[in-house]
């Protein structure tokens, strides 16, 4: 599995103590984490570089996003990008573990408390309990990730999928994923099936 854990810029020794044992406690579980964030960036080196070099470290942020299993973020700070890898995760979703430390003087935005998203989870921490919260998190999540696989299609099929996703702007496999929950919704043997086996 790998993690992509993302925090916001400070010089705070606190809360890079607290980043450390975020992405110690994933390694400990076997978990790979892609990046440690944008913490690795002062701000002032971030503010000083051109349009060019912030849309190639955008970039990368998306790949790293787009690799990952689950993300993590750590909100105890606000941050408009870590709003925006939430909204991304979610929308390709992706189990996202949202942190805010308890004795942060920051409330989040009520639009990431309050989400009614079945892949994001919201937690406050502290020290003693950061690890368990990890832990449970990353357990709930593998019975939520996607299972993938490779589908052969033809050459009308990929034309199609090729321009919706130009003209919806949508990645193919959403496309496709999008198709086959609405058949399922209206599959009525399915759903008489669903019930039927529901413990």
Same mark, same amino acid.
């Given at each position: 599995?790998? !993690?992509?854990?993302?925090?916001?810029?400070?010089?705070?020794?606190?809360?890079?103590?607290?980043?450390?044992?975020?992405?110690?406690?994933?390694?400990?579980?076997?978990?790979?984490?892609?990046?440690?964030?944008?913490?690795?960036?002062?701000?002032?080196?971030?503010?000083?570089?051109?349009?060019?070099?912030?849309?190639?470290?955008?970039?990368?942020?998306?790949?790293?996003?787009?690799?990952?299993?689950?993300?993590?973020?750590?909100?105890?700070?606000?941050?408009?990008?870590?709003?925006?890898?939430?909204?991304?995760?979610?929308?390709?979703?992706?189990?996202?573990?949202?942190?805010?430390?308890?004795?942060?003087?920051?409330?989040?935005?009520?639009?990431?408390?309050?989400?009614?998203?079945?892949?994001?989870?919201?937690?406050?921490?502290?020290?003693?309990?950061?690890?368990?919260?990890?832990?449970?998190?990353?357990?709930?999540?593998?019975?939520?990730?996607?299972?993938?696989?490779?589908?052969?299609?033809?050459?009308?099929?990929?034309?199609?999928?090729?321009? !919706? !996703?130009?003209?919806?702007?949508?990645?193919?496999?959403?496309?496709?994923?999008?198709?086959?929950?609405?058949?399922?919704?209206?599959?009525?043997?399915?759903?008489?099936?669903?019930?039927?086996?529901?413990?």
């Amino acid at each position: 599995m790998k !993690a992509y854990f993302s925090a916001t810029l400070t010089e705070s020794k606190g809360h890079k103590e607290r980043y450390d044992k975020i992405i110690k406690t994933l390694q400990d579980l076997g978990i790979e984490v892609l990046q440690y964030g944008s913490h690795q960036v002062s701000p002032h080196e971030l503010l000083n570089r051109s349009d060019d070099d912030i849309k190639k470290v955008y970039r990368e942020l998306d790949k790293f996003l787009k690799d990952a299993d689950i993300y993590i973020s750590e909100i105890s700070e606000p941050s408009v990008g870590i709003g925006y890898e939430i909204s991304q995760a979610i929308t390709q979703r992706k189990p996202v573990l949202a942190l805010n430390f308890e004795e942060s003087d920051f409330h989040p935005l009520a639009t990431i408390q309050g989400l009614k998203s079945k892949y994001i989870t919201y937690k406050k921490y502290n020290i003693s309990t950061l690890e368990q919260i990890i832990k449970d998190f990353v357990r709930d999540s593998k019975r939520k990730i996607d299972t993938k696989f490779i589908l052969i299609i033809s050459p009308e099929i990929d034309r199609y999928l090729e321009w !919706a !996703a130009d003209y919806k702007r949508m990645h193919k496999a959403q496309i496709v994923r999008n198709s086959v929950e609405k058949e399922m919704e209206n599959d009525k043997e399915y759903q008489k099936f669903r019930e039927q086996n529901k413990h």
